[in-house]
């Protein structure tokens, strides 16, 4: 219990905190404003005199070091902790660490369109999340028809927005190919009328890519992740073809045509991690060697035994992603890039100081529209009604928006309020939260430990980065996607 205030002296609050080191020095990064600070000896003497969640009064931390520091200095550093918001005075937050609301009374700009050009796939992976790609529906194909709607309802929902974009998606969208075709041509010309530039990016199984297609994809400049898992007795594990064979042999076939094809366009890979997984460093440099730019990877969604990672294992992918994070960052001080995206994406997060409050932009900028036209939270929730956000047709549902929107703010996730990644995380996916929670509005509890160090190791490679190279981060701030689908 917290001692009452009995004075009219300000109250002070360490807020959202999180404490690294990083060459046997302390630093702090202050989750809401972004801000990262070394500690000197009378910063680091100052903040440690609050326990968790303990307030205090000026006088009392004067008190506390009493003959350690002398009293001006420790009011200098309590003045420039407030300053930088690390510490609130009365509880005011400063402009910095405030979180974004939710917009009332106001519609929000779509810029991202994920289409589902099939519920149907030509590979039978065991751990899919979306039941082999037909979501549990029975199979659905997008018509030209609808297709060019969504390309219109997109232009239109993006109102004064210069850039919107259309990820071609299933199952397995190179499965409805013509189409595909048809929506590339249609929503250059219809972006064009528009004066608005579109961007296209495609995930694929790969085993359906030929010459010709892979031409069609470096000609109209149409960003590529080919989803594999590793090495063939890995790959043939799990992605298999509906007869039962492996995947592995005609996948890495077409993904070095791809990569050949198109070297000014980089292709990533994007790795399902299951139970009992190599190493991930192993499985990083494996994609490296067949020439993918970069390497993303996630640990499975199914729910079945089988396939989940239990917490050891868990464990097991964080010590193996800090493996890779300290060859990433003796790369970046010799100024390479290596294609880590996970570890890219946190450093582009700190580089550009991201305040959301919201896990993603699901249901906000970004949908997803099923092949009869309907709109979802996101690709994960495709054909889930109970989900959808209106359709093409008509419109988003926007009192539905607004209500599912307000629940999924992270301010009202109370187990968040006082997380130093509460406008970074915002409490997660909220797909991995339906399945892992049982509630969509729910925080990933289970993640939270493991986000936690995560972040630790990333905060730890930004500030090595920036004292030895300063520049890298810059640079490749523009290499990442927005958003990848899985």
């Avoid at 440690?48 to 200098?76: A, H, P």
Wanted: proline content about 4%; aromatic content about 10%; overall charge negative.
């Amino acid at each position: 219990m917290q001692p009452i205030n009995t004075t009219k002296e300000s109250i002070l609050k360490i807020t959202n905190a999180l404490y690294f080191e990083v060459d046997e020095k302390t630093y702090i990064y202050h989750g809401l404003s972004g801000i990262i600070t070394e500690f000197d000896s009378a910063s680091a003497k100052v903040l440690n005199t609050f326990q968790q969640n303990e307030i205090l009064t000026r006088t009392e931390i004067i008190e506390k070091l009493q003959g350690e520091i002398d009293e001006k200095t420790i009011e200098q550093v309590i003045d420039e902790f407030i300053q930088m918001e690390v510490i609130t005075e009365n509880h005011v937050k400063g402009v910095h660490s405030q979180t974004p609301g939710i917009p009332v009374g106001e519609k929000w700009p779509v810029q991202t369109l994920v289409l589902h050009l099939i519920n149907e796939c030509n590979l039978s992976c065991t751990y899919c999340y979306a039941g082999g790609g037909d979501y549990g529906k029975p199979m659905k194909t997008m018509t030209m028809e609808t297709a060019e709607k969504a390309i219109d309802f997109l232009i239109k929902e993006s109102k004064d927005r210069p850039n919107i974009s259309v990820v071609l998606f299933g199952g397995e969208p190179t499965m409805n190919w013509p189409l595909l075709k048809r929506i590339v041509s249609y929503g250059k010309e219809a972006a064009e009328k528009a004066s608005k530039t579109i961007d296209f990016s495609m995930t694929t199984n790969g085993t359906l890519l030929n010459e010709e297609r892979i031409k069609f994809l470096a000609m109209n400049n149409i960003g590529v992740t080919v989803s594999m898992d590793g090495p063939e007795e890995w790959q043939d594990k799990f992605r298999i073809f509906n007869n039962g064979t492996g995947s592995y042999e005609i996948v890495l076939k077409n993904a070095k045509k791809l990569i050949e094809m198109r070297p000014k366009k980089p292709v990533a890979v994007r790795v399902t991690v299951n139970k009992g997984f190599p190493s991930v460093k192993d499985l990083f440099y494996h994609f490296m060697d067949i020439g993918f730019h970069e390497v993303g990877f996630a640990p499975v969604s199914a729910q079945d035994e089988a396939f989940v990672l239990n917490s050891p294992e868990l464990w097991r992918l964080l010590d193996d992603f800090e493996q890779l994070t300290e060859d990433f960052v003796q790369a970046a001080i010799q100024d390479r890039y290596l294609g880590f995206s996970n570890l890219v994406n946190i450093l582009v997060e700190l580089h550009s100081g991201v305040n959301k409050g919201f896990a993603c932009g699901a249901g906000l900028g970004f949908m997803a529209v099923s092949p009869s036209g309907d709109l979802f939270l996101c690709h994960r929730f495709n054909e889930q009604q109970e989900y959808k956000m209106g359709d093409i047709f008509n419109g988003i549902n926007q009192d539905f928006q607004k209500e599912l929107l307000g629940s999924l703010h992270v301010d009202n996730k109370t187990t968040c309020s006082s997380c130093a990644l509460k406008h970074t995380c915002s409490g997660g996916c909220y797909y991995e939260a339906l399945e892992q929670m049982g509630e969509i509005t729910s925080p990933n509890l289970h993640y939270c430990g493991w986000q936690y160090r995560w972040y630790k190791i990333g905060l730890a490679a930004y500030v090595r980065i920036m004292k030895e190279n300063p520049t890298f981060i810059d640079r490749i701030a523009g290499l990442t996607p927005i958003c990848h689908t899985s």
